[in-house]
């Protein structure tokens, strides 16, 4: 007779153990990008400037209706509550949450929530031409290289040589000089530095995200699928938006959101020198540069503005090493 075998009693024979499990599954059919999202969106102090800037906007985007909700206006002057010596007689009340400007009376409040305005719009304008210029000449150089290359490369080392604080002098004068002279009407003014100032920030800020995407797209070029690319007889546009694209988005998303504060710094700093915006702008460069003679007597008319710079310029930094951090998988926080 056979002898009888009593198999051992143990966990029952499951699925093979090389099989991938569920969320290995998953996280490798994600790309990148999403999985830096993903990152970026546990990290905490993102998270905190995220809503920061969210509401930085907020308040650039409804600062009429801010103003209205107050009963004031940035532009209307209140002479009855200045005096003789152009100080303000009241402080921060239930009509002027802020209290008024010295000299000309006009609410701070007001000013406050629509200086907001030129700030954003000129920093996310520039980031943007910027990008986009920076982002299409450093593909197209590293990509088809030659004689293109070699007058790209030529442009961006002629462009970060040029003297920043030169041009942003000169712009304003010149777009001046060709849209009405000294004649021009203070509103002509304040639009022409606007312009100008979006051009010269643009025109610097290209050159060094061309360098960066040119040596990324010249590493890429080489790669295994590129080469197929070009055995199948995919056309360059085809090549350059497809698949070299998708592989430069880190890069240009971490520069974008580095630029960004610094955009805002510059539009202060220019418009605090006198080559930026002007009056009848109200821009928070604007009013750090009138209340310089007034910081002891109304230290508010000041440090409102200060502060919102500082805060928005602080939270774009921090959220801009969130982003490099999330994108970049070696770096944990």
Known sequence: MDPIVVAAEGPHPGPPTDRPSTATTAAAGRSPTRMALGRLRRDRVAMVCVGIVVLFVAVAVFAPVLAALEGQSPTALHQDLIDDYGFPT?????????????????????RWVYGARPSLLVAGAATLVATVVGLIAGMLAGFVGGWLDRIVSWLIDLVLSLPYLLFAIATPAVLLSVTGGAEAPPQQV????????????????????????????????????????????????????????????????????????????????????????????????????????????????????????????????????????????????
């Open 190 to 333: 304040a639009r022409v530095r606007f312009i100008s100032l979006i051009v010269v920030l643009s025109f610097f800020g290209w050159a060094g995200l061309a360098r960066l995407v040119r040596g990324q797209v010249l590493s890429l070029r080489e790669l295994d699928f590129v080469a197929a690319a070009a055995v199948l007889g995919l056309p360059t546009r085809t090549v350059l938006l497809r698949e070299l694209l998708p592989n430069l988005v880190a890069p240009v998303v971490v520069s974008a959101s580095l630029s960004l504060p610094g955009y805002i710094v510059a539009e202060a700093g220019l418009t605090f020198l006198g080559v930026g915006l002007t009056e009848p702008t109200p821009s928070w460069g604007v009013t750090v540069a009138a209340a310089q003679n007034y910081y002891r007597a109304d230290p508010l008319y000041l440090w409102l503005p200060v502060l919102g710079i500082t805060t928005l310029v602080l939270t774009l930094s921090l959220l801009g090493d969130a982003v490099r951090d999330a994108f970049d998988p070696k770096t944990h926080r």
């Open 90 to 110: 009241v402080g921060p009340s239930a009509e002027h949450w802020f209290g008024v400007e010295p000299r000309l009376g006009r609410d701070l409040f007001a």
